[in-house]
């Protein structure tokens, strides 16, 4: 009986799911793209391409990777160091709270007195910190989502790049990772050179800044 019912059952077909739908459209509008711009006979269209929709998204998302590197100067250079001169002073507000408390009430125990203390010491610390990012405008994972934002290189994994028939293969001549990492060492040694810069202007500040203080002193 199980067999017979087995027979007139159809089986099922899997669906496919439309995440899959909208990624393979979205591959097809990429090589009717490729196909489309008017590149030279010499020139590889699919590799072109790739190289101009990624350069064109970073030159779209540069403001918004600008707008998070100072979100995080911002972070490093302000908030923090303003939160962390605020924690003795919260500190031994919140004692002071807790001692007249005690004074007040004698049947607490000095254990209890701790624990409350540290309890209000961490909600105060906390409101803070919420108080000191929203008065700075520092919104830190905001500024996460947006620098991970950008789907070009997931749309376009599947996509010949030169020797390779898909950027999802290892090349085995070892060509595209010799260049890759060349521009990456130059990139990242930009970067320092540009970071040196900038440390040692804030380090000048910070020096004008705490001879001010000590003139005033």
């Given amino acids: 009986m199980l067999a017979v019912r087995a027979r007139l059952v159809p089986p099922r077909c899997r669906q496919p799911s439309n995440k899959r739908f909208f990624i393979q459209s979205l591959c097809d509008g990429f090589l009717d793209l490729a196909i489309a711009l008017p590149y ?15 350069v064109a998204s970073r030159v779209a998302l540069f403001p918004l990777a600008l707008w998070g590197r100072n979100n ?19 500190s031994r507000q919140i004692l002071n709270d807790v001692k007249r408390l005690s004074i007040n009430n004698k049947q607490i125990t000095t254990q209890a ?39 070009t290189p997931r749309l376009c994994r599947h996509e010949p790049f030169f020797t390779l ?45 705490a001879a001010a203080e000590g003139k005033r002193a």
């Avoid at 995080?72 to 919260?90: A, G, H, Q, T």
């Avoid at 803070?128 to 947006?146: D, F, G, Q, S, T």
């Avoid at 085995?172 to 900038?198: D, K, Q, Y």
């Fill in 113 to 151: 007195l701790q624990q409350l203390h540290l309890q209000r010491t961490r909600e105060k610390l906390k409101e803070e910190r919420k108080r000191l990012l929203a008065e700075h405008k520092c919104h830190p994972m905001l500024a996460i989502l947006v620098g991970a934002g950008n789907p």
């Fill in 165 to 209: 028939t898909s950027l999802n293969h290892p090349d085995s001549t070892w060509t595209i990772p010799i260049i890759l990492g060349i521009v990456t060492m130059a990139n990242v040694e930009s970067n320092h050179w540009f970071m040196r810069g900038v440390q040692k202007t804030r380090m000048e500040e910070r020096e004008e800044h």
């Fill in 72 to 90: 995080l100067r911002r972070l490093e250079d302000v908030v923090l160091p303003e939160f962390e001169r605020s924690k003795p002073i919260v």
């Fill in 40 to 54: 030279p006979p010499s020139v590889p269209a699919y590799s072109t391409t790739i190289i101009v929709v990624t």
